[in-house]
């Protein structure tokens, strides 16, 4: 699977038209899914309707749930490290509690 990186956001343009061309370049070129780094999710369902792949957004802490990703379009969830660092996070509480309480 070949999931292409659209970049536009994350080097700070706002809107959709660059995000789109370059979407629709890499799925003309092969991608089976694209993933447009950082972009809004209030342009989430425009991008998701634009290209004939599947849709990749990253999940963050605070932001809209795997659900309501999906109801914006979205077909694939990517959590980033965000996952892990939730989950270093916890052992580390464990590890904490156990040298307390020990």
Known sequence: MVNARVDTYLYG???TEQAIGRALLYTEAGADVVH?????VPLLPGLADAVDV?????????????AEL???????VTFGRGLRQRAT??????????????
């Open 89 to 102: 996070a916890a052992l580390h509480d464990i590890a904490r509690s156990l040298t307390a309480n020990g």
């Open 70 to 76: 999906g109801r914006l379009g979205v077909k694939r």
């Open 54 to 66: 599947p849709l990749n957004a990253l999940h963050r802490p605070g932001g809209p749930d795997p």
């Open 36 to 40: 447009p780094i950082l972009a809004p």
């Open 13 to 15: 343009d706002r809107g």
